[in-house]
């Protein structure tokens, strides 16, 4: 891995080597809990929003 420190003691890593990994969704019952989840996640938000403002 390419680093370099600048006079701030700061790393600083080229944008090929920084990346963060990826969402592993190989079978289709992790998709689904994948995007069920996201999808309650969002769901929740709007009931909350409109019992907020009610």
């Known amino acids: 891995m390419e680093q370099q420190r600048d006079d701030n003691r700061r790393i600083t890593l080229k944008a090929e080597k920084a990346r963060q990994g990826y969402i592993a969704l190989k079978t289709p019952a992790r998709k689904w ?7 309650a996640f969002v769901l929740l938000m709007i009931f909350l929003t409109l019992v907020a403002g009610a």
């Not at 809990?33 to 999808?39: D, P, Q, S, T």
């Open 33 to 39: 809990i994948f995007f069920g989840g996201l999808a």
